[in-house]
């Protein structure tokens, strides 16, 4: 991966003087609202997104219909995703008739799409500001832009991406927090169309990385979750991702994890860092698509599925406790039933602890939408049904296996479903409910797991921990 430039100090700073100007106009939003689809990657854009929205005057606001500006943060990995964001957009019509000062903004991944922008411009012209994964930086400049000159913005830009750092930022918790360590993908799996809207692999330096993590830990986070779309494939000043992995796991943040994984890139430096890594938690995210030689191959995947199984007996060899989850597609463009069974056999023999499972979508642009495919979608869905009962079974067994066992949780939030109990993760990644106070949140708590549901597990407290 070639390093890429970073956005100089100087445009950042062009970018500050515009969240102080768009902050001096009597007439501005007051009240924002963010709109985050998608993966972690979207996530953590919020974050900064929330940050420059702060810096420029604006505070946050939970209900929609009650913000001044609305901003979508989308997603077009699969169609119905961005159809969410459509769908969501086109609704914004309406709530701006009733309110005309009303502000809407679309960026992320489906803006990013080749044509996409152009389309909105023409058919959505209540929408006032349009832009990309590229220029999310640019946004005060936009907002000042729209605001003064009463005129919608439209601009993505068509490059290769850059690094961009020392971006505001409001981040949703300080004890559990993300860090992006790399940006874009050049695998070019040929379902996926993120190489396309999220541009060419690039890294942080490490010493920007480290110290962000060094004051993150120094605010309070007990856990970080490092992100990229191919974290293996971190090449920041000649630093491999492992070697990253070893210095931050000495500046003594309690959990570390990190996501996603490429299994073709997944080196043995890196395995052996689940042996050997303090703080860096028994989770991996190893997303296998499929189980199937000859689907992986038409994927580019660049691995067998023997390959495969071979990282997950490395991997627990050097830590049976790890947790494994992965992402799987179903239906991909000639897929047999015999392939799928395949797939079927590969989860079986790997026992993940959960997967997330999708039927394949065509993404216009991608060598795989112009595959010829006549599985139809009846068939695909009965394949998907089939997956999800095994795995479902699979994640079952092994949530059961932990009963009984005393676990560290740390504690993230009251439980949704009842407000007596809070709900938190074990280092392998399992969510425990468990009776206990809000007081809890953000800190550590011994618990004894009691029972197993489909997807979490329920305990009760030991003791707690500062
Ligand atoms: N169709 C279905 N699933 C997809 N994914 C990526 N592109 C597609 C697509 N076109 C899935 C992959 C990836 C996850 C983030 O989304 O499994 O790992
Ligand atoms: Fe998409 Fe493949 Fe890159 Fe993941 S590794 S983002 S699936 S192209």
């Known amino acids: 991966m070639k390093e890429r430039p970073i956005v100089s100090e100087q445009e950042m700073l062009r970018q500050r003087e515009y969240m102080q100007l768009v902050r001096s106009l009597e007439k501005r939003p007051r009240r924002y609202h963010i709109v985050s689809m998608g993966c972690q990657m979207n996530e953590r854009d919020s974050e900064s997104i929330a940050g420059m929205l702060e810096e420029m005057g604006m505070s946050r606001e939970d209900v929609r219909e009650q913000a001044d500006l609305i901003l979508y943060n989308t997603c077009c990995v699969r169609e119905n995703a961005e159809n969410k964001a459509l769908g969501n957009v086109i609704w914004l019509k309406e709530l701006k008739k009733t309110k005309p000062d009303l502000l809407i903004c679309v960026g992320g991944c489906m803006t990013q799409e080749k044509g996409m922008a152009a389309m909105m411009k023409a058919r959505y012209p209540f929408i006032d500001l349009v832009y990309g994964t590229h220029n999310l930086y640019r946004l005060p400049e936009y907002v000042y832009r729209v605001l003064t000159g009463g005129q919608p913005v439209v601009e993505v830009l068509d490059t290769d991406g850059e690094v961009v750092e020392g971006m505001p930022e409001r981040r949703g918790?300080?004890?559990?927090t993300f860090v992006n360590i790399m940006y874009g993908c050049d695998n070019f799996c040929t379902y996926c169309i993120v190489p396309y809207v999220r541009g060419r692999e690039r890294s942080r330096e490490p010493e920007a990385v480290l110290m962000e993590c060094a004051r993150l830990r120094d605010a309070g986070a007990k856990e970080i979750m490092l992100l990229g779309q191919n974290v293996n494939s971190y090449r920041g000043g000649g630093?491999?991702?492992?070697?990253l992995l070893y210095r931050i796991d000495r500046l003594g943040i309690e959990r570390i994890r990190f996501m996603t994984s490429h299994p073709k890139d997944l080196s043995d430096e890196l395995i052996h860092a689940f042996g050997e890594l303090e703080h860096l938690m028994p989770q991996l995210h190893l997303p296998v698509q499929a189980g199937s030689d000859e689907v992986l191959k038409r994927m580019n995947r660049s691995y067998t599925s023997e390959h495969y199984v071979e990282l997950v007996r490395k991997l627990r060899a050097v830590c049976p406790e790890i947790g494994l989850t992965s992402d799987i597609i179903v239906g991909f463009p000639g897929e047999t039933l015999e392939q799928f069974e395949e797939t079927l056999s590969l989860v079986r023999q790997v026992r993940f602890d959960a997967a997330y499972t999708f039927i394949y979508s065509p993404r216009k642009g991608t060598r795989a939408a112009s595959m010829p495919d006549?599985?139809?979608?009846?068939?695909?869905?009965?394949?998907?049904?089939?997956?999800?009962d095994v795995q479902q079974a699979i994640s079952l067994e092994v949530l059961e296996a932990q009963v009984g066992r005393r676990e560290r949780v740390l504690v993230e939030a009251v439980s949704t479903r009842d407000s007596l109990s809070v709900g938190g993760k074990t280092p392998r990644g399992h969510m425990v409910n468990f009776p206990g106070e809000s007081s809890l949140i953000g800190r550590f708590a011994d618990v004894e797991i009691t029972s197993a549901g489909r997807n979490t597990l329920r305990g009760r407290q030991i003791k707690t921990e500062e």
Do not use: C, G, H, N
């Not at 918790?173 to 559990?176: G, P």
């Not at 630093?239 to 070697?243: L, V």
């Open 239 to 243: 630093a491999a991702f492992a070697e």
């Open 374 to 388: 006549d599985t139809p979608y009846e068939v695909k869905s009965e394949r998907i049904q089939r997956l999800i």
């Open 173 to 176: 918790t300080s004890f559990s």
